[in-house]
């Protein structure tokens, strides 16, 4: 009986359960053993020459180890590249996007999604340890431009600096070379950067939604992660700020601001900034959706209170 080798095995290991024909025959295992470990029902064929463990669940990111196993020159892209990402605000359309060389060959699969490109540089592929390319996440970001509302493709621009820790000069290094009447979509994505607030990337949806809305309104000055040194605190960083009017916002939504550490640690900070003339206000979860145009309003009043107060 036809078995795996060693090597054969630690491929399938570190490759989602996925090998090519080239993985299995350097892995030591002839033709004639693959097409026996195939008959004995071993091994599956998943694509023509990518082929699968079938005690390995076959998720997401096993389909994208196997097209990638079976053709060596797409690229995961799209929403397929962003959940790899771990992006927010991402649809779940259950296929692999991929960007495919013009005269690449075509993919037969229900599940594969491919978009016939050259527009792309060298530099914004990024290959896994686990035999995956995948866009890199400014160009994932781009690649976005196509699908997402423009609120959400910047909410994923925020993260994917914050992530990656990348500037304003990464983000639209990936579209300026590609700009053509043929591609709109990237007009959008450089439209969506020019919307970003100063200042460092935002943490959450959150913020993005309520900066755009305070923006909107007609609060000036205001960047995000405003760094500032509290005497007797240290080092903090407002997510929203207006630095002018000493006025600063922060949004509570995440689990720790409400455990008795991370409460006792808001009032230290807000009592410190309150000591040099800074005024925070808070905002938590509830008062976003459909309080969020009544949050708007409330700051926005105390935003004109604290400019008449110092003028």
């Known amino acids: 009986m036809t078995q795996f080798t060693r ?7 570190t490759h989602h359960g996925i090998a090519s024909i080239s993985d299995l025959e350097n892995a030591g295992l002839s033709r004639y053993a ?7 029902g071993s091994l599956e064929l998943v694509l023509q020459g990518a082929y699968r463990l079938p005690a390995v669940p076959l998720d997401e990111i096993g389909r994208c180890a196997a097209v990638c196993a079976a053709h060596a020159d797409v690229i995961v892209s799209g929403p397929t590249a962003g959940r790899i990402w771990g992006f927010r605000q991402l649809p779940r359309d259950h296929r692999i996007h991929l960007l495919v060389p013009p005269t690449s ?29 995948v866009t890199s996440r400014q160009r994932t970001v781009l690649d976005l431009a196509r699908t997402l509302d423009p609120m959400s493709l910047l909410s994923v621009a925020e993260q994917a600096m914050s992530d990656g820790h990348l500037g304003s000069d990464d983000m639209r290094r990936v579209a300026i070379d590609w700009l053509s009447p043929r591609r709109p979509w990237l007009r959008s994505y450089l439209e969506v950067l020019d ?14 939604l309520l900066g755009d809305a305070l923006k909107r309104a007609g609060i000036g000055g205001l960047v995000r992660q405003h760094s500032i040194n509290l005497p007797g605190y240290g080092p903090a960083l407002f997510d929203l700020a207006v630095p002018q009017l000493r006025w600063a916002i922060e949004i509570d939504v995440f689990p720790t601001h409400f455990e008795t550490a991370g409460r006792g640690s808001d009032k230290w900070r807000d009592r ?4 040099v003339g800074w005024s925070v206000a808070r905002v938590v979860q509830a008062d976003f959706g459909s309080s ?6 409330r700051l926005l009043a105390a935003y004109r209170q604290r400019l008449t107060a110092l003028r």
């Not at 693959?34 to 004995?40: G, T």
């Open 105 to 133: 060959q075509r993919t037969i699969a229900g599940w594969v999604q491919p978009y016939r490109t050259s527009a792309f540089h060298p530099e914004d592929v990024v290959v896994r340890s686990d035999g995956i390319s």
């Open 292 to 297: 969020l145009e009544a949050t708007v309003g």
């Open 34 to 40: 693959i097409r026996s470990l195939v008959r004995a």
């Open 195 to 208: 919307q970003r607030l100063s200042g460092g990337a935002a943490d959450s949806h959150y913020e993005v």
């Open 7 to 13: 090597a054969a095995l630690a491929h399938f290991g």
């Open 272 to 275: 410190s900034a309150n000591k």
